[in-house]
């Protein structure tokens, strides 16, 4: 019994540490894809994040500083990808295929130019994200395993209610879902669709580098060239496996994330590969698909660039 | 008149792309501290010095024209295969598992070992057709999620006990010799390049092959028609799904061979992947470049190629080789919104006429 506790305590553990990058990034998406832009460089803004969060945290040696620093860094990126489609109504797939080569490229650029390493130098513990309850709870106790994680852990819940709250209550978020469905009547009624999208797509810009530097302030303590690896991509697949809303996509997000836990924790013991577990949220995302999302409704004008007319 | 047609040539305004991604790239190099001068002296250095450089950059471009192909077809076909990076890796690592375990004569072993990679990279690619037509699932996505489940699914058997060299870290082991695609020993030595392999021939057949199916065949007519458009292909009597099905067939077969390529004519194995590999990736790339023309792929697939190359030298002059993601990067962007160039261009060449 005893280890039982203790194992699943561990587990909620691995998935609190997995869950935040997905589902901040995951969040930052739906405002994209609701408001008509495919945003499939998540992935790209995750990683120049990833860095620009550890560049800044080894300078003002500040946690919540480095953090910011990193979603201030994804938003520029999205500010590009969103000139490039919004304004001159560029393919959004191939402009996000591109962000995902300047992304990953920069960001290793930035990192061997200033410290002559494809790795930043690690982070000081006290110059992380903090954790909630520090020293609070024993160490490896079931209760410092699921409360003593880093805040921020927590507080992408706060932001998924959040995030529910503006897409369903406020009228900026009927603005960004009908913008989403029907730009010409939204422009005929005044709402400027470029408005809207604009602040979408940098918005997610913005969620996603917050998710990417999570993982070199908080999850580990540095930037590497696979800090990253994939996590945009699930972050897509936890958007449309939860139906374009925050709510549906912080569900699919703590599935993920507890996929990802599952296979920390399977991977110290060797039973099953890694790898095999790795698939798991991809296969998920597949067969729910089939079963069940398949005829769900995509936002009618997603992916096509809106052209006002003059 | 002669001036409006360059004008309205998409060839012009993938140059300025180019150029523009070359001047960003340096712009990065120089805020760097780095002279884009020594950097891309290097770069051009690095390709066209010696004749075995030039040799070396048709070696890294074979697999690059294959993906190339794979998603202009697909382009040219109305879907966009932006998984040609699942399909390339399932095609290597079925090359590469044919190469270690089948015991085969010479030439045979090969040529069975490209064309399970290319039936691999046909199902991988054919399955995410059967989400499409059946389930109307987007390919996008799905394409997505097959890339990662094929990128583990690599990794997964580059460690079973029947492919993983013993003390190897984490690679296979070498497939045979009777596997590979190398020339012939005196030609290697004559070529001074050990790498030199039959990829680039196949490439060139395999995008002379695919501009006649396009172009000059019914079946490459109804491919494009379905593309084009879908009700009307189908109201003229095309089977749209068949279509859409054999499209994605053919690009992830494509796909599969450049991966036999990359694995019998240059690695000779496969490691563990940290991050996806890019071919698939750089694919989209090369295709976008060629304007989606099979025979164009040669082309921007021998400079994306070079690029790859030629990048990989510019550590010795202390220039991060990913300033060729970044560049790369900007043309993809600078293609995808050519055609506003278009119209300021037309418009200024008709003011002043």
Same mark, same amino acid.
């Given at each position: ?155 992408? @819940? ?18 960004? #879902? ?18 809207? #999208? ?25 930037? #590497? ?7 945009? @991509? ?77 | ?23 960003? +790239? ?14 891309? +002296? ?16 048709? %070696? ?15 382009? !040219? ?10 399909? =390339? ?9 044919? &190469? ?11 040529? %069975? ?53 013993? &003390? ?30 039959? &990829? ?68 000779? !194995? ?6 996806? $590999?890019?071919?698939? =990736?750089? +694919? ?11 025979? +164009? ?13 030629? &990048? ?8 991060? $080789? ?20 278009? $119209? ?10």
């Amino acid at each position: 019994m005893d280890a039982f506790i203790s194992n699943l305590g561990l587990l909620i553990n691995a998935t609190l540490v997995a869950t935040p990058p997905l589902l901040l990034a995951a969040l930052g998406s739906c405002f994209s894809e609701r408001s008509g832009v495919i945003n499939l460089g998540i992935e790209g803004m995750m990683t120049i994040g990833a860095f620009v969060g550890a560049a800044v945290g080894l300078v003002v040696n500040n946690g919540w500083i480095a953090f910011l620093a990193g979603g201030l860094a994804g938003a520029v990126m999205a500010a590009i990808h969103a000139v490039v489609c919004i304004q001159f109504h560029a393919d959004q797939t191939i402009a996000g295929t591109a962000m995902n080569f300047i992304g990953p490229g920069l960001a290793l650029f930035l990192c061997k130019a200033i410290f002559g390493s494809t790795d930043t130098p690690p982070l000081s513990i006290s110059d992380k994200l903090p954790k909630l309850f520090e020293g609070v709870f024993e160490a490896g106790s079931f209760l410092g395993n699921v409360l003593n994680v880093y805040t921020v852990a927590y507080l992408v @819940f706060v932001f998924a209610a959040i995030a529910v709250f503006v897409f369903y209550k406020t009228k900026f978020g009927t603005h960004l #879902r009908a913008v989403g469905e029907h730009p010409e009547a939204c422009e005929s009624l005044g709402i400027s669709v470029y408005r809207v #999208r604009y602040i979408c797509v940098i918005i997610s810009g913005f969620m996603a580098g917050l998710g990417g530097a999570f993982v070199t302030t908080a999850t580990i303590n540095q930037f #590497r060239p696979s800090v990253i690896v994939g996590q945009g @991509f699930i972050a897509i697949a936890a958007v449309i496996f939860g139906k374009f809303s925050p709510g549906g996509a912080a569900k699919a997000c703590l599935l993920f994330g507890f996929c990802s836990g599952v296979k920390s924790i399977l991977s110290m013991s060797s039973v099953v590969d890694p790898n095999l577990i790795s698939m798991i949220p991809y296969i998920v995302t597949i067969v729910a698909l089939v079963l069940f999302v398949g005829k769900a409704h995509t936002p009618a004008a997603n992916g096509k660039p809106f052209v006002k007319s003059k | 008149m002669k001036k409006r047609r360059i004008l309205e040539s998409s060839v012009l305004y993938t140059i300025i792309a180019i150029v523009i991604g070359f001047v960003i +790239g340096a712009l990065f190099l120089a805020s760097a501290g780095i002279s884009p001068a020594v950097a891309y +002296g290097k770069l051009i250095d690095g390709v066209f010095g010696k004749p075995k450089f030039m040799i070396w950059t048709l %070696v890294y471009a074979s697999p690059l024209i294959f993906t190339g192909l794979s998603v202009a077809f697909s382009l !040219r076909t109305g879907v966009f295969n932006i998984g040609a990076e699942g399909q =390339f890796v399932v095609g290597a690592m079925a090359a590469c598992a044919c &190469g270690i375990i089948l015991k085969l004569p010479p030439v045979i072993h090969a040529i %069975v070992c490209v064309l399970v990679a290319a039936l691999a990279g046909f199902i991988w690619s054919y399955l995410v057709g059967i989400l499409k037509v059946k389930r109307g699932i987007h390919e996008v996505l799905s394409f997505i999620m097959f890339n990662w489940i094929a990128f583990y699914l690599s990794n997964f058997l580059v460690n079973t006990e029947t492919l993983h060299k013993e &003390g190897s870290g984490e690679a296979t082991k070498n497939v045979l010799d009777s596997a590979r695609l190398l020339f012939p020993e005196g030609i290697l030595k004559a070529l001074n390049c050990n790498g030199a392999n039959w &990829g680039f021939i196949l490439a060139i057949v395999a995008a002379i092959v695919m501009w006649i199916i396009i172009e000059k065949t019914t079946l490459g007519y109804k491919l494009k028609a379905v593309g084009f458009n879908k009700d009307a292909a189908t109201f003229g009597g095309i089977n749209a799904d068949r279509s859409i099905l054999t499209a994605l067939g053919i690009s992830g077969a494509l796909a599969g061979i450049g991966g036999a390529v990359q694995v019998l004519g240059m690695s000779g !194995r496969i490691s563990q992947f940290a991050g996806q $590999e890019g071919y698939g =990736f750089e +694919g989209i790339t090369v295709a976008l470049i060629a304007g989606s023309n099979p025979i +164009g792929c040669i082309f921007s697939g021998i400079f994306y190629g070079a690029m790859k190359y030629g &990048g990989s030298k510019l550590t010795m002059v202390g220039a991060p $080789e990913e300033v060729i993601d970044i560049i790369m990067g900007c043309v993809i962007i600078f293609i995808a919104i050519s055609s506003v160039f278009k $119209e300021m261009f037309l418009k200024i060449g008709k003011k002043n006429q």
